[in-house]
């Protein structure tokens, strides 16, 4: 027992670990380094769209992942879930990508639209940091076959998880609209 949970405390803080490294890294790809000419690219324009859509792809397939094992289906949850970590790995290449051809975006709104945005985005920013070890945790849990933690942790990261792909939507459609 002892033993086993000196490696689930390990491992916790080796996926804290990968996800601190993981953000640093996003932090020093969209305001650290120098971005690249994209104007030869018409492409890339449309990157922000992607991103959007693969946004919105995850909050539905997170919606009914769990609506499926609230139903008992737990294949159908299973390969929903896996399905949506695949969008969200697709979302990080593509977000990746227009980042390093744009730096960040200016917020141009006034008055109360400004305070909300960026009530929106700051949040949306610490738990998108926040989702990253609670997502590859739920994961290893359900990999595992640890299904009562699976539970547990699940019922944490889900409405995270959710928020930030919600968000990421709003912070999208906040942008174009102001
Ligand atoms: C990060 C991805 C995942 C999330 C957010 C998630 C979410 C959840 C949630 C919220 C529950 C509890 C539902 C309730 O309240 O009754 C649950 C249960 C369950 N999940 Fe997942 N899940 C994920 C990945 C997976 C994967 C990959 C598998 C299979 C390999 C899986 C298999 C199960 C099973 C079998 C249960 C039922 C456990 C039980 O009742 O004993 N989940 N999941």
Known sequence: MENQNNSFKSLWVSISLISLAIFAFLVWWIYGKETADGS???WVSALPYINC???SLTAILLCLGVSLIKKGNKT???NVMITAGVVSAIFLITYL????FQGDTKFLGQG???YLYFFILISHIILSMVQVPLILGTFYLAF???WA?????ARITFPIWLY???TGVLVFIFLKSF
Do not use: D, G, M, W
Request: cysteine-free.
């Open 164 to 166: 930030v792909s919600i």
């Open 40 to 42: 030869s690219y018409p």
């Open 149 to 153: 933690t699976h539970k547990k942790v």
């Open 112 to 114: 109360f639209v400004r």
């Open 53 to 55: 859509a693969l946004n």
């Open 76 to 78: 159908a949850h299973r």
């Open 97 to 100: 990508t227009y980042h390093h």
């Open 144 to 146: 595992t076959k640890k």
